[in-house]
């Protein structure tokens, strides 16, 4: 029930607002309803009891004037469904158990009688809405009942239903100069609170012009919001984004003023130390060309050949990091690409030039990317594999919003210490790693770097049954088509 919960549940902002707002909004209908509804109840009631005492009060002068013959018929005329009349010896109300005797009513038409009342007594009991199931009180063991409760009374049973007990119940009884008692009973049905047509509607109304409001109010508030989510991703894959325009609310402005400040660094922080590098490596030729030409003039023709071999080495690795800062300093742009038919590719020309490299065949997606960079690092992480692991076996599937691609090798592996040191620039493992290969260090460091400018991230595992495993994982645009 709890995960069907969560998954009615919106996502976005302006679903959320809405749903926040519009049970806010029935909360305090309902509340302002019940209280309108208590008001009018409560006014109806008093109406109606002042109605009905001015009719008692009018009924009982009557009385007094009328001849005992005639009296009789009168009750009978004068009673109805809901209110009764009648004359008795006795009184209606026992003094001693009048639990809901209103004494301010009984001085009222104590006052208004005058001298045609000896004396008067008045019960007003009441039952609102929120008191409907409230159990009738039983006496207490050894207690009688009050006269009114000592035989059934229709008036009372006719009026109130079983499950419902919403009335208003007035019970007076008036001891005239006679001597005899005039009792009136009534009980006055009051309605349990609905909510009429006219209040549905209101609330209609209400609700749907609030949902267009926040609706036209969130989009438009958080379309900054949005931009900045979706310039965000780029950046972080590497793409050369252009500045947002500040615009939306102050503090929405505020964040993508600070995101094109930090991009804006950033962006700078980086061209200046490509350009550092290449410059360095530019700069190192000369003088690599200049011990050159002093290490031919060494006569030790041992010396000599120790000396080249590791002047070879150096031009390798500045020739090797010029090359990488050139790539870095064109700011290739990103395009979408279909990632299967760019490893089948790689691999066709790496088995064209008899290398064992196997593509097993895989799911074509797109991918927004820098193809000739990216093609640059698989094709560096493939020949390793080719070259320290005997063969390749690449393997490309899609996880959720992020592209995996996987190449096995049949080597030696690398140990668990050496899984991160190993992409540091110029790190060779000497066990895997020789100098005749013609490795320097840098294609692990240099294929990271590029993975990394993509957004994804690279690792190396042991495979179980042998070898080794490259994990590159790459996010997938949501907006990227093939």
Not at 297 to 303: G, I, K, R
Not at 379 to 398: C, F, H, K
Not at 466 to 478: M, Q, Y
Request: glycine share 4%.
């Amino acid at each position: 029930m709890k995960n069907f919960l969560l998954r009615l549940w919106p996502r976005s902002l302006a679903g959320q607002l809405v749903v926040f707002l519009l049970a806010a909004m029935v909360v305090a209908q309902a509340v302002a309803f019940l209280i309108v509804t208590d008001e009018r109840r409560i006014a109806v009631e008093r109406t109606t009891r002042d109605q009905i005492l001015t009719r008692t009060v009018d009924f009982a002068r009557l009385v007094a004037e009328t001849p005992a013959e005639l009296q009789g018929r009168m009750m009978r005329n004068a009673s109805d469904r809901r209110l009764r009349f009648e004359l008795s010896d006795a009184s209606l109300l026992d003094r001693s158990d009048m639990e809901d005797r209103d004494v301010t009513l009984e001085r009222r038409l104590a006052d208004e009688l005058g001298p045609l009342a000896r004396e008067v007594r008045v019960t007003y009991e009441t039952e609102p809405f929120g008191r409907w199931f409230r159990p009738q009180r039983e006496p207490k063991k050894g207690e009688t009942k009050s006269p009114a409760a000592k035989s059934p009374d229709p008036l009372r049973d006719a009026a109130r239903p079983p499950m419902f007990r919403d009335f208003v119940g007035l019970t007076v009884s008036i001891n005239l100069a006679s001597g005899r008692w005039l009792n009136m009973r009534t009980l006055v049905r009051t309605q349990p609170p609905t909510f009429e047509g006219l209040a549905l509607v209101s609330m209609a109304a209400t609700a749907i012009v609030l949902v267009v409001i926040v609706v036209f109010t969130v989009r438009r508030t958080t379309r900054p919001l949005r931009e900045l989510a979706g310039a965000a991703e780029r950046f972080g894959r590497g793409e050369a984004t252009a500045p947002l325009p500040e615009r939306g609310p102050s503090d929405v402005r505020q964040t993508i003023v600070a995101f094109n400040a930090m991009q804006d660094r950033l962006r700078r922080f980086v061209d200046d130390r490509t350009r550092m590098l290449a410059a360095i490596s530019h700069d190192l030729r000369t003088p690599i060309t200049s011990l050159r030409l002093r290490a031919e003039l060494v006569e030790d023709a041992e010396t000599r050949k120790a000396m080249m071999a590791t002047l070879a080495d150096m031009q390798t690795m500045v020739e090797a990091t010029l090359a990488f800062a050139k790539d870095e300093a064109a700011a290739e742009s990103t395009r979408t690409v279909d990632l299967a038919a760019l490893l089948d590719s790689l691999c066709d020309d790496l088995a064209a030039m008899g290398k064992d490299v196997v593509c097993e065949d895989a799911e074509r997606f797109a991918l927004a990317c820098r193809p000739s960079a990216l093609r640059r690092a698989l094709s560096n992480l493939i020949e390793n594999a080719v070259i320290y692991g005997t063969r390749a076996n690449v393997r490309l599937q899609r996880d959720k919003d992020n592209a995996v691609i996987e190449i096995d090798d049949d080597g030696p592996g690398i140990a668990e210490t050496d899984r991160t040191r190993v992409f540091e620039p110029f790190v060779r493992l000497e066990m895997s790693r020789s100098k005749q290969t013609g490795g320097i260090g840098l294609g692990l460091s240099i294929a990271r770097t590029i993975v990394h400018a993509h957004g994804g991230d690279i690792a190396l595992v042991n495979r179980p049954e042998g070898g080794l495993r490259a994990r590159v994982s790459l996010p997938i645009a949501a907006d990227a088509q093939p």
